[in-house]
């Protein structure tokens, strides 16, 4: 177990549709990253938040968005679906800001898109 | 940040020595080598991380050699649970750089009885 937290472990959707992807932190981890891993991409970085703000962007797209609230949870908003947005969906946290601190990932969400 | 190139594949029996070797030809100064394991529909998970000489911890050891381009992840004695994609990154330390990983293709290791 990590201490990282996903939720939902699944959801299945349509496409179109709007999802919200939850990631609570290890406890005293100031840092929350976002991570899409689909058969043919392989692991993809999104974002990365420290203490509240955007820190890096990575291939996300338009319609993805994210963001960290005060108490450091943060939440992936997914909207206007399709079907290749079907993909595992990992949070990880570290304690700092840079990437060579450990990031501890969380089980995973696992989205499909139908 | 640096790219970084190993073998996509490798095989093992269980019992033996298994290295893993990772190129990164444009390390900076400012830069640590860290190796990552993922299992199917896991997220990774942290093994070691090194900034030059050896690094040893209770799972593997990390060898870099002087001029930091390459590193070899050192996994003693492998067991049919070590069957896992492994991945070799470099990455920035301070908590004022971004903590973007960029994960390649990894290698896969089979390990056979």
């Known amino acids: 177990d990590s201490g990282v937290t996903q939720t939902p472990k699944h959801l299945i959707t349509a496409t179109g549709q709007r999802v919200t992807l939850r990631c609570s932190p290890r406890?005293?981890?100031?840092?929350v990253y976002w991570y899409q891993q689909s058969l043919d991409q392989g692991l993809q970085f999104l974002i990365q938040?420290?203490?509240?703000?955007?820190?890096a962007k990575g291939n996300i797209l338009e319609r993805f968005s994210a963001q960290q609230f005060p108490d450091l949870h943060s939440e992936l908003n997914l909207s206007s679906l399709e079907l290749g947005d079907s993909a595992l969906y990992f949070c990880?946290?570290?304690?700092?800001?840079?990437?060579?601190?450990?990031?501890?990932f969380g089980p995973g969400t696992r989205l499909t898109v139908l | 940040l640096a790219k970084t190139t190993q073998p996509i594949s490798m095989d093992s029996y269980e019992g033996q020595e298994v290295n893993i070797t990772c190129s990164h030809n444009?390390?900076?100064?400012?830069?640590?080598i860290t190796w990552y394991q993922q299992f199917p529909s896991q997220g990774p998970r942290f093994i070691i991380q090194?900034?030059?000489t050896k690094v040893t911890n209770e799972v593997a050891s990390l060898f870099i050699p002087a001029d930091r381009k390459s590193s070899t992840l050192s996994l003693p004695r492998v067991s049919l649970s070590d069957t896992a994609v492994y991945y070799c990154?470099?990455?920035?330390?301070?908590?004022?750089?971004?903590?973007?990983?960029?994960f390649g293709q990894g290698t896969t290791l089979q390990v056979k009885p």
């Open positions: 990880a946290s570290s304690v700092g800001g840079g990437s060579s601190y450990e990031q501890f």
């Open positions: 406890s005293g981890d100031l840092s």
């Open positions: 938040y420290y203490n509240g703000e955007e820190r």
């Open positions: 444009n390390i900076a100064t400012n830069d640590y």
């Open positions: 090194g900034y030059k």
């Open positions: 990154l470099v990455g920035r330390h301070g908590s004022s750089n971004t903590g973007k990983l960029i």
